[in-house]
């Protein structure tokens, strides 16, 4: 059974750093696009970063560039998302997803990420 367990969140003050993780079990993470996500209170989902198959071809939101790197080490089966200059903006629940053909097939049960003085 594919399952995807994200951790590394916290509360941080602005300008700071985390690395969140999103391990996966059950499958080869090799086989898979691994997308995260967040989610503010009161807002929608928003894809922030996502990491191909193979060469791990590189996605991320205008509103990241520049701050955040994903990554992905199949030996280990997880994939980093590291987040620098973190901003208040930042706050939301982060997941990972799995996807294959478009479509995302698993999600994590989130991690918290909060920005604030």
């Known amino acids: ?26 499958f080869k993470l090799d086989y898979f696009v691994i997308g995260w996500f967040r989610q503010a209170p009161g807002k929608e989902r928003e894809g922030v970063s996502c990491i191909g198959r193979g060469d791990g071809d590189t996605y991320y939101a205008d509103s990241v560039k520049g701050r955040f790197t994903i990554s992905r080490d199949d030996a280990k089966n997880t994939v980093y998302l590291q987040m620098n200059s973190l901003k208040a903006e930042d706050t939301a629940v982060y997941y990972c997803a799995a996807g294959v053909l478009g479509s995302y097939l698993s999600w994590g049960q989130g991690t918290q990420v909060t920005v604030s003085s």
Request: hydrophobic content about 35%.
């Open 1 to 26: 059974q594919l399952q995807l367990v994200e951790s590394g969140g916290g509360l941080v003050q602005p300008g700071g750093s985390l690395r969140l993780s999103c391990a996966v079990s059950g």
